[in-house]
């Protein structure tokens, strides 16, 4: 019998009552891995009827205590590194040294959230007025809710639910129904810390689900990593139920080379960024903007591409895996032609793409363009895959202009040896997460991750402080308080505090 996904209700894995089930397939092998089931609505009512509930009791336990679970959890995470990387490498297809990476820096956030803390110390000034003080303190909000994407399953819904809970609140995740297995293990880790039941919950489904729970009287506010598309219905839908909302969506980034940088570090640096995870990563670099006289080392960054070769997760020469799904696959292999079509150069073609023992994987090859031009859909588009755009430019200006009338702003790169150059670029250029020499800026988790324009929807950012502030509300006190009769007999009729 296939493995049925379960749910995670009230502290129990359960098997849903749902008769609507999708298969989850290894995109390397199309092997059916397990089904997962759209939950039913009951479901889902139960999911955050148990979180409502658990939150009356969660939001005041020490807070002390609640970073102590997330150092118990992070210790687990840990031990189980490896098992997990394996695991996703088979929920995703990813090689096993890149699945293990998602696994670490989902774990980053993880001790970050054991910081807790300090993150949820208010302010206070004594004696604002006579005998006046006023206190600030950070509360949780109650039940939040988590919509997390199929490229990073580990690591997005590490950026979510452990900081939220760490913050005093309760937990609905509903992870990516193509990659439900590595999350399951999150949660069983997550058991083994000692949750307390009803902290987390976990249901499985589509838009269906996911309309519930933003539309659900008793939620408060909901985080999301994907699609543009789907970010904009995410953020519609739940602002129009007075929810608190973040969407993380789609990108273009844009990596600027400069002549004077090191040559071998740009090409290595652009090889890793644009094809490392077939490009399923929202913070790819997929156009290499060349400034003057680098775009002579186009050529040879061709022959980089060409030695990467995709290949099954446990392959230790692959480079990267395949693409998500069939669906996934046919989408880039038609940009790809729509490039060719539309005028650009296809110096190096990966559609045809085979790797040996494994003829049924989503597989595309390292693919670069040259004559890119913005009109170019190629250029325009988030191709998600393993493609490069290379677009030349005279000068720095330029580059800066090119990369900021891009509607997105999630992350971008330069590369130079000047500092003059690198003040310039990150002073002026109009993207969120800024990498100087660095080809994918993630930022580390006590900073914030802090995409920009049509990257982003909402208000408060991901992880970091931004996140300790969006799974919060600020509640500020003023009293005042005498040991001895001092005050006027006299009623103070105006708002001044005196």
Not at 399 to 416: C, D, E, H, K, Q
């Amino acid at each position: 019998m296939t493995h049925q996904v379960p749910l995670f209700l009230n502290g129990e894995f359960v098997q849903s009552a749902s008769t609507q089930k999708l298969p989850v397939l290894n995109p390397a092998t199309q092997q059916l891995l397990a089904e997962v089931p759209m939950a039913t609505p009951a479901e889902v009512e139960q999911a955050v009827a148990g979180a409502k509930e658990a939150f009356k009791t969660w939001r005041n336990v020490p807070v002390p205590e609640r970073a102590r679970l997330m150092m118990r959890y992070q210790a687990l995470l840990k031990e189980h590194h490896d098992e997990l990387g394996e695991l996703l490498s088979q929920d995703t297809g990813k090689t096993f040294e890149d699945a293990k990476g998602d696994v670490w820096r989902g774990i980053e956030v993880v001790e970050q959230a054991a910081n807790i803390p300090s993150g949820m110390m208010g302010e206070t000034v004594e004696n604002v007025a006579n005998s006046v003080d006023t206190n600030s303190y950070v509360q949780p909000l109650g039940v939040c809710v988590g919509i997390t994407p199929f490229n990073f399953p580990a690591m997005i819904p590490l950026w979510m639910f452990p900081l939220s809970i760490a913050c005093g609140n309760t937990f609905v995740l509903k992870p990516s129904e193509q990659v439900p297995l590595t999350p399951v293990r999150l949660i069983e880790l997550l058991v083994e810390a000692g949750v307390p039941k009803g902290v987390v919950q976990m249901v499985h489904g589509g838009k269906e689900q996911v309309d519930a729970l933003l539309k659900h009287p008793d939620t408060r506010a909901a985080s999301f990593v994907g699609s543009t598309p789907v970010g904009r219905h995410i953020y519609e839908t739940g602002t129009a139920s007075m929810k608190r909302v973040q969407c993380m969506t789609g990108a273009k980034n844009h990596s600027v080379i400069m002549p004077d940088a090191s040559k071998e570090q740009v090409l290595n640096n652009l090889v890793g960024s644009s094809v490392g995870a077939a490009g399923q990563r929202c913070m790819a670099i997929s156009v290499a903007v060349f400034v003057g006289e680098s775009k002579q080392w186009v050529d040879e960054l061709k022959d980089r591409l060409a030695e990467v070769r995709p290949g099954a997760w446990n392959d230790p020469e692959a480079g990267y895996g395949p693409l998500i799904n069939k669906a996934a696959k046919e989408r880039v292999l038609g940009f790809i032609q729509a490039g060719k079509e539309e005028g650009a150069t296809c110096l190096l073609d990966g559609s045809d793409a085979v790797v040996e023992g494994h003829p049924d994987g989503n597989w595309v090859g390292p693919t670069l363009f040259t004559d890119v031009n913005e009109e170019m859909s190629i250029y325009r588009e988030e191709i998600f895959g393993p493609v490069l755009c290379c677009v030349t430019v005279d000068t720095l200006e330029e580059a800066i202009a090119l990369v900021n009338r891009n509607p997105y702003g999630n992350g971008t790169s330069m590369f130079t040896q000047s500092g003059g150059a690198a003040r310039k670029f990150q002073h002026e250029i109009e993207v969120g997460n800024v990498g100087i020499n660095v080809p994918i800026p993630v930022p580390l988790p006590f900073f914030s991750f802090t995409g920009w324009k049509g990257s982003f929807m909402g208000d408060l950012h991901a992880y970091g402080k931004q996140a300790v502030r969006f799974y919060t509300e600020t509640k500020t006190v003023t009293s005042r308080w005498t040991y001895q009769e001092t005050e006027s007999k006299q009623m103070n009729l105006t708002i001044n505090l005196k």
